[in-house]
Every structure is written in C-alpha cells, then in structure tokens.
RNA sequence: GCGGGUGUAGCUCAGUGGUAGAGCGCCACGUUGCCAACGUGGCUGUCGUGGGUUCGAGCCCCAUCACCCGCUCCA
C-alpha cells in the first residue's frame, strides 16, 4: 500500500488534516477530522475500556500474577519545572548540537572528543566519537593522514594531552571534525531544546520558564501518594491516564507518525520489588494481545524485546511492540507502545533528586559543591503495607502507548484495495470496535414508505450507536462510499421490510447479505461490537 | 540541519509568457428493487505564501512555508 494513497484518503474522507492548513501548514502538527476523531476516540475508549474501568479487581485476571487494581488519573499537561529536573528530561532535552558542513553530519557537542597534536608547525585538534584507547588510535590515524605522514612517522606528531571533550575547545577553526578532511568544519554549538517551553504568569519573565510535558507519565508519578492516600487502591495497582505530550522532535516526518504534539495512553503500575519481573511479563504479553484483538495482523506486529545496551540506565527491562508501517523500508518496523520495568527510579527520583547510575546503584547526582544538582521533592513515597508491616519504594512497570501511532498503524492496516467485478473497492476493514460508523441505514429506494421505515430505524438506532443515515444515490454507490470509511455493516429497508419486517444485513469484509427481524437489529449490533475477552 | 523532488477545484492530475482545464467526487431534480447505473442541471480555484522581472506570470527569478524521498536525529 502507497502511503500517499492512506494519507489522500485521510483527508478527502475527513480522516486527518494538516494543522492550520490555510495557512501553509505547520511541521508536525496534525487534526483530526469527523470521522478521525471517532476511530481515535474509540481507540482511546477501547484501551480505557479494556485496562481501567472495565478491570475486575475481585476476579484474578487471566495469566496476571495476582488480584490488582487500577485506577485513572488527568494530570496537567504543565508541571512544576523540577518535575523534569528530577525525572531526568531537563538534562537529556537540552543538548548542543554541532554541525559538520564538509560531511553534513550532526553530533551531540559533549560526546565529540578530541586531542591536540602538534606536527610540521601546527597544532590543531583531531576529534572523535570514539573514546578510550579507540579514541587514541583513531585520532593517531587520522591526524597521520591529515599530515600526509607514514604510519612509521607516528613520532613525527607530538600528542598535547590526552583526549578531551569539544566542550573544552573554544575555537573550532582548528578542529578536524570526526569526518572531516578540512579543518574548522563544525558550526558553532547550538542548543536544542526539545521540551516545548512556555512562561506561567501575565507578567512571566524567564525566571518563570516552564515546560509542556513530554510523557504524561510524571504527572502519575507526582501523585502516586495522593492516589495511595485517597483511593483506598493496595499494591499492586496501576495508575492510568490519556492526555497529549508535546517534544520538539527535530525532524517531524511519515504522517502522524512523529508529531511535535501527540496523545499517550500511559499505565504505572506500582508491585512490590519481588513481584516485578512477573508483572512486567504480564503486562508486556497482555499489550501485545491487546493490539492482535483489535485487528492489527501478527505478521506486521511484533513483540521485541531490547538488548542489554540498548536499555536505559534505569530499566531492567524493556520491550517494545512495533508495526511494520508501509513508510518504512521493508524489514523495519516503528513502535506503537514501549512497556518498561523502571523499578524504583521514578519514586526515587522525585523523593531525592535526579538519580545517576553508579556502577549497580543509582546515586543522586551531585554539583561541583557536592550537593544535589536536582533536588527530590524530599517527600517520603513509599508505601506501607499494613498486613506484612514493611514500608518499601515500590517498582514501576510502565505500558506506555502512542495514541496515534495505533490510530495510524489501524489506518494502514485497515486500508484495502480490492478487485469486484473489474472494479477496485476500496475500503477499510476497521475492527467494529474503533470503525468510527458502526451501522449505515439505507433505504432502498426513496417511496412506498421505505424512507420512513429507514429513518425511524437510524433514530432508534441513534440512541446507542454511531450509525449513519444516506438516501442519496444508488444502493450499490452508497455501500462503496461506506466501505471507504470502514462501515463494518450496510441495513437496508426494502420491499419485503414493508411486507414482514425484515432488513438486510450486508457484511462490509464478505459482501454476503443476510435478512433478520426489524426488531433484532439492536441485538445483533450490540454483540457485533463486544470487547473480546482480554 | 543537508541534498533531491513536489505544491493548480474536495481528490487525482493536465496546462512552457497572452481569456484557468479534465476525470472522479459533491449538490439538486427526474429515474432507479441490492454492490461506485442513467439523464439533465449546478457549485467549486487569491494556481501554497510573499516579493521581483514583464505591456502581460500558473509558467521566468528570489525568498519563505508545507509535503514526499534519501542522509542526519530520535531521551
């Protein structure tokens, strides 16, 4: 499937629009139409529905480790500017960027290093990107080539120091950026800030700076202990919330798929320490089903778990689950859902101070004055357990969803064309669950009372459903234009309606038609659309 | 951020300096008894935006914005 071809029907069917269209557009930003509002909406109700309201408590889950609870939270979108401090953004958000303009690469300014060399009169800087002894050799080569010198020259070049960071080197005309044949290639450092930053107050100056949230997942953090305190919930339980995040992605691209401002669907789900590589297997296997229910096809979905190094230095585990969209090149796949065992890293953090790790441990980072550089909240989070009398920091297993990812990778799984009698239909095979019309109400033609019959059937139907009336046309251009936005069922009122009360039922994936009772029309919508079991 | 491409009706696109077009869709009326029927009529454009050249610009030039592809980046 072309991706022009989603994204044209996207907009012609009031799917998704660009944001502020009229005015050219603006990059990574992205609304939703009629129609798209209802399948992200349902996305977001399902996931709702399916973790939090619908949870029985009292009933042990299928394949969960124990009874638990969850419950809901809408935290702000704008936080204390030491939430981000403590949770670790601040300081992974702000980075230096330097640009090569001889190889068009860009690189972190404090993770290019370098050492100065002296040879045939002068001194320039030989940079990087590798540390350590590879660093050392790299830079010998280098700096050889950049000479014109023989390997056996090597004493020909006189090392200044060891290697240092960029950081340390205030003129860049002498640098030899890491692939680069000319010196003084590197633009200047400029910062990148990637968390969207905002003034509180009418008469706000910088010094009242604060930032739009890049996760919601903080927001539950900061109030684990209201939650606690105030809901009677016991560990384990999950907090769970559904709200937009917004990141200064640096280069916003395929669709929705990287926007600067998108929806998450977030679970924090609080277990004692012992627990935890249990529940994070329970909840990295149900997430993954979860999608498989709803319509997304095993062979584009997987289930892949992250190497060692390539988890962050808090995680003990993290896997995320990732579709094979049609943007990407074959083989690759893009995620919808991290689900990650943070252990106690984020109570901790807003208990102490912003953590670093220190070998096995985490630590709070201090200043060059041996103080914390992020100071916690110094509020006590832990939880007590009243049965077994301990008192301990619980850990966190993290199910963190892209609301519009899913809703794309739903778009361009649905998305169908077919061949029907020499014709291409062109429809999209939504889930009845998250298809945004469930039931199109048709009658035949317009006399003999089947107008009237139509009508008062869509307004009783109306009361409980998303259905759609159309009169207009043919009866065949009218099922062609609801196949297109995933209409999972066509009822139609004709001749024989008027005669025994029956309808056509016509099925939008097999195009088969059945009759069935006027009256049982209800029924048979409400079980069409039940959750299956999760 | 770099390089390449694109931007004209709701959608797909034609239009190489001289009166803005086609197909589809959409709307109305008639017709129409189950899979994009037919007839008649109708609506639709700051030619992405701003500036320049020219008697005259959709077309040439400059800038800018957005989208696509390839790099780069992605806590």
Redesign the pocket.
């Known amino acids: 499937m072309e ?2 071809k989603l994204v ?1 029907l996207c ?2 069917r009031g799917f998704l629009f ?1 944001s502020s269209e009229i005015y ?5 930003f992205w609304d939703y139409g009629p129609l798209g509002v209802e399948l992200k909406r349902n996305i977001k109700e399902a996931w709702w529905r399916d973790m939090v309201s619908g949870h029985n408590e009292l009933v042990l889950a299928e394949e969960a480790p124990s009874l638990f609870h969850m419950v809901g939270l809408d935290s702000s979108i704008i936080m204390h500017p030491q939430v981000w401090k403590c949770s ?2 601040y300081d ?2 702000h980075d230096f960027m330097v ?1 090569c303009k001889e190889s ?3 690189y ?1 300014h404090d993770q290019i290093r370098g050492r100065w060399v002296t040879s045939r009169g002068a001194e320039i800087f030989v940079a990087t990107q590798v540390g350590g002894e590879e660093g050392d050799k790299e830079t010998e080569q280098r700096a050889l080539k950049y000479f014109n010198l023989r390997s056996k020259q090597a004493e020909e070049l006189a090392w200044n120091g060891p290697l240092v960071s960029l950081t340390t080197v205030a003129d860049f005309s002498k640098v030899l950026a890491p692939e680069a044949k000319t010196l003084g290639t590197l633009t200047a450092p400029r910062e990148f800030n990637l968390m969207f930053k905002t003034i509180v107050g009418a008469l706000g100056g910088e010094e009242d700076a604060a930032f739009l949230r ?2 919601t997942a903080q927001g539950i953090f900061v109030n684990f202990k209201n939650v606690v305190d105030s809901s009677r919930v016991k560990i384990p339980f999950g907090i769970a919330q559904v709200g937009k995040s917004f ?1 200064n992605e ?6 929705t798929f ?1 926007s600067r401002e998108f929806e998450q669907m977030e679970i924090e789900f609080f277990c004692h320490p012992a627990d935890s590589p249990k529940w994070y297997q329970y909840w990295r296997d149900r997430r993954f089903r979860w999608y498989l229910q709803l319509g997304l096809a095993s062979s584009r979905l997987r289930l892949r778990d992250h190497d060692k190094d390539e988890l ?1 230095h808090y995680s003990c585990g993290t896997a995320d689950i990732e579709y094979a969209f049609p ?1 990407l ?1 074959p083989g690759e796949f893009g995620e919808l859902e991290g689900i990650a065992h943070r252990g106690d890293f984020d109570l901790r953090s807003h208990m102490e101070g912003k953590l670093v790790r220190q070998g096995e441990q985490l630590v709070v980072e201090s200043d060059e004055h041996g103080k914390p550089r992020h100071r916690g909240s110094g509020k006590d989070l832990k939880y007590f357990n009243d049965q077994t009398r301990e008192r301990f920091i619980p850990h966190v297993i993290e199910p963190s969803a892209g609301a519009d990812r899913g809703t794309l990778a739903f778009l361009c799984e649905a998305y169908q064309e077919e061949q ?2 020499g ?4 429809v999209m095979k939504f889930h009845p669950r998250i298809a945004p019309v469930k039931a199109a109400i048709f009658p ?5 009372g089947m107008p009237e019959k139509a009508q008062a059937l869509y307004g009783e139907l109306k009361k409980e459903f998303a259905v759609f009336f159309d009169d ?6 009218r ?3 609801q196949d ?1 936005i995933g209409t999972p069922v066509g009822i ?1 009122i ?3 309606t008027l005669q025994d009360s029956t309808v ?1 039922w ?1 099925d939008r994936d097999t ?1 088969q ?1 059945k009759r069935l009772p006027i009256s049982q029309v209800k029924e048979e919508l409400r079980a069409f659309l039940a959750p299956a079991q999760s």
């Open positions: 991706m022009e044209s907009k012609r660009q050219g557009g603006l990059n990574g670790g953004h992974l958000f640009d068009k690469k860009r972190r890049p996760e990141r640096i280069t916003p691209r395929n669709f990287r962050s943007f090149p029907v009698e014709e291409t239909r062109l035949l033609v317009n006399r003999d207009g046309g043919a009866i065949g251009r099922y062609r234009r297109e139609t004709d001749g024989q056509t016509r195009l038609q």
